[in-house]
């Protein structure tokens, strides 16, 4: 999202001003890997315990999309190190589905995630998942809209890891700025993380929104999945998504798009600068739901989830006048400013927009100083957001295992 349309550059600022100014061009080649390594994991892994856990990982780096087989390099021992290869894939019924393996070291099918993309069947009526080893995978990946049924399948979202580093200004606009974007319908992914470790942006800098994953498929579905990014970490753009024990991680608007979607059991985690004591200034915003008009069923339900990390931040912000997001029974600490939401200074939006809260407990879910268009749900109105017919689940969505 373009934050220079709205007026909210003292938001910015706030933020901006007490970030590090960092080189901003991130060359395409050795120096984007030690950049990685040097300085973008240990940016994030500050505020993000669970990203300390990636850097021993074996950081495979990956520009040009080939598939690189039989990199078996020997060695000094001259043990090859693909001996103790041992994937644990599920068992699958081969008329239904398909599997195809991605290991960095080269010890089974393809070296990176795009080349096994581009090795799936187009328009095939069975799943093809794409099993990808332990590694941190450094490369920018485009599921295609032709390319349906896909399942990218890791090791554990604290192990295995897709990460790039582009951003608006790069890619031409914050949608292209994923490191992962799926156009393709019925795409799943399990265990694994979507990164972008673009730099922070110092203070003024425009074009820095940097999107970790795009979904603009229909009827997309991520178990046990972490989202690491800062500004607009999660383009959850458009179609129905089923999000479970998920870990996302952001600043300003970093669950955004304009998906009907439910969350479960996740959490989210605003990375957004502390606020010193007593200050009022509100620096993030946990979502921005792009609901344009009243004919649309889009919206973000939030059930059973978990609201923390530093800063004073947003529930949500009306990127579009419909906006339309709920959390239920979620805890929240003190990091929701206590009037909870913002109509992005555009007082029309008020009658519009829906912002609900069900049951939530935790500090941050104090309701007495919400502002006036917040709600306090009723069971019923609760129940038509988490309820799983809320994103069609059973036409589409299959059971974890
Ligand atoms: C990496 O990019 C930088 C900046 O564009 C350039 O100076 C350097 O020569 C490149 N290194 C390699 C190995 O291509
Ligand atoms: C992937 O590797 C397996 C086993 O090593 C092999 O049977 C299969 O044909 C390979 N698939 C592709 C598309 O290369
Ligand atoms: C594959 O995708 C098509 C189109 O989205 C869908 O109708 C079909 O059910 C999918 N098949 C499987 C095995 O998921
Ligand atoms: C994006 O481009 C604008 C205009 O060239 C520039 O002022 C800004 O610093 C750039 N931002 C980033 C993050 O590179
Ligand atoms: C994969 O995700 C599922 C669903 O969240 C979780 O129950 C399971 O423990 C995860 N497995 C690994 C290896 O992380
Ligand atoms: C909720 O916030 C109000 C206003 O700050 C405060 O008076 C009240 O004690 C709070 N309630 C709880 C349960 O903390
Ligand atoms: C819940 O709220 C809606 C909208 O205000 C209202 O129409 C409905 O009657 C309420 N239901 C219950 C059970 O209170
Ligand atoms: C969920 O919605 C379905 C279909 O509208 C309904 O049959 C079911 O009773 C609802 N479940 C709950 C727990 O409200």
């Known amino acids: ?39 973008g994991f240990k940016t994030f892994s500050t505020t993000s315990p669970i990203l300390s856990l990636f850097i021993p990982n074996k950081i ?4 040009h999309r080939h598939n690189h087989q039989c990199h078996r390099t020997k060695k000094k021992t001259g043990i090859s190190i693909c001996n ?3 994937p644990k894939f599920p068992t699958i019924d081969t008329t239904t589905t398909s599997i195809l393996c991605v290991d960095g070291n080269g010890c089974c099918n393809f070296t990176t995630v795009q080349s096994a993309v581009d090795a799936v069947e187009v328009l095939s009526p069975k799943r093809t998942i794409i099993w990808i080893n332990t590694g941190v995978y450094f490369e920018k990946v485009t599921v295609p809209k032709t390319k349906a049924n896909v399942t990218f399948q890791g090791q554990g979202f604290e192990s295995t890891a897709i990460v790039y580093n582009d951003n608006a200004n790069i890619s031409h606009g914050t949608f292209y700025s994923g490191s992962v974007q799926v156009f393709a319908p019925n795409f799943i992914a399990k265990n694994l993380s979507f990164m972008n470790v673009a730099p922070i942006p110092g203070p003024g800098i425009v074009g820095a929104q940097a999107v970790a994953i795009r979904i603009a498929g229909d009827e997309a579905a991520f178990w046990g999945c972490g989202f690491f990014g800062a500004q607009d970490t999660l383009h959850d ?76 931040v947003w529930l949500g912000r009306a990127w579009r006048p419909f906006s339309r997001v709920i959390f239920a029974y979620t805890t929240m600490t003190s990091i929701i400013a206590p009037e909870g939401w913002n109509d992005l200074n ?30 306090n749900l009723n069971d019923t109105q609760a129940s038509s957001f988490i309820n799983m017919s809320f994103i069609d689940a059973d036409q589409w969505l299959q059971p974890f295992a």
């Open 84 to 86: 103790n290869f041992t």
């Open 346 to 375: 555009d007082p029309t939006r008020d009658q519009t927009i829906f912002y609900g809260e069900y049951k939530c407990t935790g500090e941050g879910a104090n309701t007495t100083l919400r502002t006036s268009y917040a709600q």
């Open 237 to 312: 753009d458009r179609g129905r998504h089923y999000f479970k024990d998920c870990y996302i991680q952001g600043s300003i608007d970093f669950v955004f798009g304009n998906g009907r979607s439910i969350y479960e059991n996740c959490k989210l985690i605003s990375m957004a600068n502390p606020v010193p004591v007593g200050s009022k200034n509100v620096n993030g915003a946990i979502t921005a739901h792009g609901r344009a008009s009243n004919d649309e069923n889009s919206g973000f339900a939030f059930d059973n989830c978990f609201v923390g990390g530093t800063g004073r």
């Open 1 to 39: 999202m373009n934050l220079q349309k709205h007026s909210l550059a003292a938001i910015l600022s706030v933020i901006l001003a007490t970030l590090i100014s960092r080189q901003l061009t991130i060359p395409n080649n050795e120096t984007s890997l030690n950049y990685l390594k040097n300085i």
């Open 60 to 63: 495979y780096k990956n520009h």
